[in-house]
Each structure stands twice: as C-alpha cells, then as structure tokens.
C-alpha cells in the first residue's frame, strides 16, 4: 500500500505557542490530503481538506485562523496549529488517496499545557 | 440518525474465534466501502476495499457489502490476539480526490488467549 508518513509523531508545547505538523506522501503525489482530528476512544473527525496549490476547504465549527493548512507541495502539506491551548490537545491524523482508497499517516500526538 | 452506524463495543473473544463487525447505513448513495484497522495511538490501517455489493476475501479477512439493506460486514476468521483493535468502517459516494469518508464510531475488538 501508499506510504504516508508524518512528523513529529508527537510534541508537547506551552499554552500560545504555535505547533507545526508535517504529513508527506512517500511513494505518491497527492493534490489532496485531509487532516483529522481524534480525540480517546472517538472516530476521526475531519478537520479540513487540504489541496496542493490553493486554498484548504474547512469543516464547519474548524476555526481555519487557528488551524493553518498549508500544500504546497505535490508530496507535503502541513497543519499548524496557532496558539495552542489545552483543549487542542488532541491526535492529529493526515490521509492521502493515491487511488481508490485512503491511507493514512501515523498520527501526531499533541500536548499543550 | 448518524449517516453510519456501529456498535463501538468491545467485542471479546477467544483466540481461534470468528468475528463478525458490522455497519449499517443510511445514504444510499455509499457506492465504496473500506474497513481500517487502528491500534492504539496510530493511525489507521487499510485492511479491505470494496466497490458496490458483494464479496472480497483477503487472507483471514472477509468484506461483505449488502447493499439493498445497507448494510456491510468484516469477518475474520481464526483471530489472533495481534487482531486486538478497533476496527472503523468508512465509505463514501465516489473517488473522487475530494469526496470525503464517512466513518463509524469504531469496534473495539479484543481478542484473548
């Protein structure tokens, strides 16, 4: 299957720090990526849609001034998260679909205290 | 009414056991359905990938998609304690690079020796 690799795998940071997250396709380009979000014991919840060369399309109730998106790349797209605060603690997750299908990152864990 | 529902669980059972995992839905549209595994703090795993009703074996593992009563399984037979996850459904319309999945809540499976 399709390599989707992220990074850090997990950060911890102070309370109104920025935290940047990288999610690379390894063996494929990827125009589109989306960035999830899963708190303990919950599914996945989408954030946003990440889309190489323009703008990222948000879910609703996903502040896009405080989770930046950025694809530059056929192969990278990152999430940053601004000033972070406690309650965005949480696993963030990165897919790619290179085909049919969606394969997705290792997760990034992140602690704000 | 969630678009897609599953039993969170957990599922026990004994090593050697067959399990069955289910999800029904409501959006007629669904036309592809994938099941992930996911392990504890990682990311999820592509195990089967089906197109439309019907069948597809993959090793120990078996997809059934049940269209007319929207409705699909995961079987796997001869479990393992290594198969201790929780298993999401997901599915969408079409492939295209921004149709969005729609996933269950997640099975927790347990499998004991």
């Known amino acids: 299957g399709a390599v989707v690799s992220q990074h850090p795998s997990w950060v911890i940071c102070k309370s109104g720090t920025s935290v940047k997250i990288e999610c690379r396709s390894l063996?494929?380009?990827?125009?589109?990526m989306f960035w999830y979000r899963q708190f303990p014991k919950q599914s996945l919840m989408l954030m946003a849609t990440?889309?190489?060369?323009?703008?990222?399309?948000?879910e609703q109730g996903v502040e896009k001034d405080k989770f930046l998106i950025n694809h530059a790349s056929l192969t990278l797209s990152t999430l940053t998260v601004t000033s972070a605060h406690p309650e965005d603690s949480s696993f963030y997750i990165c897919s790619a679909r290179p085909g049919l299908a969606d394969f997705f990152g290792p997760g990034t864990r992140l602690t704000v205290l | 009414q969630k678009e897609v529902e599953q039993d969170p669980g957990p599922l026990s059972v004994p090593e050697g056991a067959i399990v069955s995992l289910n999800c029904t839905y409501s959006?007629?549209?669904?036309?592809?359905f994938m099941w992930y595994r996911q392990y504890s703090r990682k990311g999820p795993e592509l195990l089967m990938y089906t197109y439309s009703s019907g069948n597809k074996e993959d090793g120990r593992f078996t997809a059934q998609v049940d269209k007319s009563s929207k409705y699909i399984s995961l079987f796997i037979r001869d479990s393992q304690p290594s198969d201790s996850a929780t298993y999401l459904c997901a599915m969408t319309p079409n492939t295209g690079t921004a149709s969005k999945l729609t996933f269950g809540t997640g099975t927790r499976l347990q499998v004991t020796l």
């Open positions: 063996d494929f380009q990827a125009t589109t």
């Open positions: 990440s889309n190489e060369g323009s703008k990222a399309t948000y």
């Open positions: 959006n007629s549209a669904f036309q592809y």
